[in-house]
């Protein structure tokens, strides 16, 4: 079985950082996309970026390009998501998402079959 737990969220100041991580377990991930999703209440999951496990080729939102980096570390089965210039906009519950797929474009939802829990990210003015 496959697992994604997220950690990191918290409380910031806007213009200011945070990361989240997202440990993976379960399975070799290295033919896997990586994705950060964020969900405000009463919205709709929206795409943050996605990672490539083994190329490392990113894709970014435009919402948060030039703000947000993902990562990875291979030892420790680790993405990250790095967030700078934070804004209150970016509060949401940010979720980890996994799949062994690769389309065109992995920006939706519903193509990941594993999610991790959320880890909640609140921004204040």
């Known amino acids: 079985q496959v697992q994604l737990v997220e950690s990191g969220g918290g409380l910031v100041q806007a213009g200011g950082s945070l990361r989240l991580s997202c440990a993976a377990s379960?399975?070799?991930?290295?033919?896997?996309?990586m994705a950060w999703f964020r969900q405000a209440p009463g919205k709709e999951r929206e795409f943050v970026g996605s990672?490539?496990?083994?190329?490392?080729?990113?894709d970014y939102a435009d919402s948060v390009k030039g703000r947000f980096t993902i990562s990875r570390d291979n030892a420790l089965n680790t993405v990250y998501l790095q967030m700078n210039s934070l804004e209150p906009e970016d509060t949401a519950v940010y979720y980890c998402?996994?799949?062994?797929?690769?389309?065109?474009?992995?920006?939706?939802?519903?193509?990941?079959?594993?999610w991790g829990q959320g880890t909640q990210v609140t921004v204040s003015s």
């Open positions: 379960g399975r070799t991930f290295s033919r896997y996309t």
């Open positions: 998402a996994a799949d062994t797929a690769f389309f065109g474009s992995m920006r939706y939802a519903n193509l990941y079959d594993y």
């Open positions: 990672i490539r496990w083994s190329s490392g080729n990113t």
